[in-house]
């Protein structure tokens, strides 16, 4: 009977991190997991994993996302993904960015004040004019964010009612073929945040060193993030990563599989544990 990994300190670590370290222990032969940015070390990465041939591997886990979508997503979900409405219709609110989100639940009200008086259910129908609201005018000419009325929906018929406000989802034509994933991948790797886990993994003393990263929804082009969340496609190239990383894992969000790729054996799919798509950060 194979004799279970040994994990070292693992409750320690945050339930993102967790997560993907039991991952690579499931996909992995390893012997051994413990937990290495802990107790003081400086620069250490999350995880120091011990290979079952007695290779170590390095392991970092950080996100990827849009600027200001994971904050965006937090501060959305504090409220329940509901605001109140003032009106008589339901209504949903797509908030296109983090910008957007401070003037629109200052004005949101007034907007359906306004349309709901006009007996109109989309906004950009009334907020070119000339003479529209300014509140009017900013959400349909400035803003990034949609807003939808339903007069057949009527609040008062609503267990709960209030506006549904959730991010604003993309949209366009899919990449089945996954042929624009590393050029993408490559504009996403400029965040600053992710040269610095590359340096930490290049510093690491290890056999290997491998980079978890947990994809947000908006981290990349839609065509491409829909067909790494719905399908099984695998790239059709190598990642652009430096040449101290050996292993690169990608986890999207609301997907069943992660995806790892190594130097030697490409690209490959796994499942995430018990088919439960990998969770996001909440903070």
């Known amino acids: 009977m194979t004799e279970q990994p040994r994990l070292i300190g ?4 945050c339930r993102q ?3 993907a370290c039991l991952i690579a222990v499931r996909v992995l032969e390893v012997a051994e997991a ?4 802990v107790g003081g070390r400086q620069g250490a990465v999350d995880v120091m994993l011990t290979l ?3 290779r170590k591997a390095a392991f970092e886990v950080t996100n990827l996302a849009a600027e200001g979508a994971l904050k965006l997503a937090m501060l959305l979900a504090k409220d329940n993904h509901k605001w109140s409405v003032p009106g008589a219709w339901f209504w949903t609110i797509e908030i296109g960015s983090l910008e957007d989100l401070g ?3 200052g004005c949101y009200d007034n907007i359906i004040r306004i349309c709901e008086g006009a007996g109109v259910a989309y906004p950009e129908e009334i907020g070119w004019s000339e003479s529209a609201d300014p509140d009017l005018q900013w959400l349909v000419q400035v803003s990034l964010s949609v807003m939808t009325g339903y007069p057949e929906q009527l609040a008062k018929d609503m267990k709960n009612p209030g506006a549904m406000v959730v991010p604003r989802a993309g949209g366009g034509v899919i990449d089945e073929s996954m042929t624009g994933f590393a050029a993408a991948l490559s504009e996403a790797f400029k965040r600053p945040h992710i040269q610095e886990h590359f340096d930490k993994l290049a510093r690491a003393d290890a056999d290997e060193r491998h980079l978890f990263i947990p994809l947000h929804d908006s981290a990349l082009p839609f065509g491409i993030s829909s067909e790494l969340v719905f399908e099984d496609t695998l790239p059709p190239e190598p990642p652009p990563v430096p040449d ?6 990608l986890a999207p969000a609301g997907s069943r599989r992660v ?3 190594s130097r030697g054996e490409g690209w490959r799919n796994f499942p995430t544990k018990a088919a439960t798509p990998f969770p996001m950060p909440r903070r």
């Not at 413990?34 to 940015?37: C, G, I, P, R």
């Open 52 to 54: 079952e041939d007695g």
């Open 34 to 37: 413990e937990a290495w940015d």
């Open 103 to 105: 003037r629109l639940k």
């Open 10 to 13: 693992i409750d320690r670590l």
């Open 259 to 261: 995806l790892l790729w």
């Open 17 to 19: 991190e967790r997560e």
């Open 244 to 249: 101290s990383v050996t292993h690169l894992w």
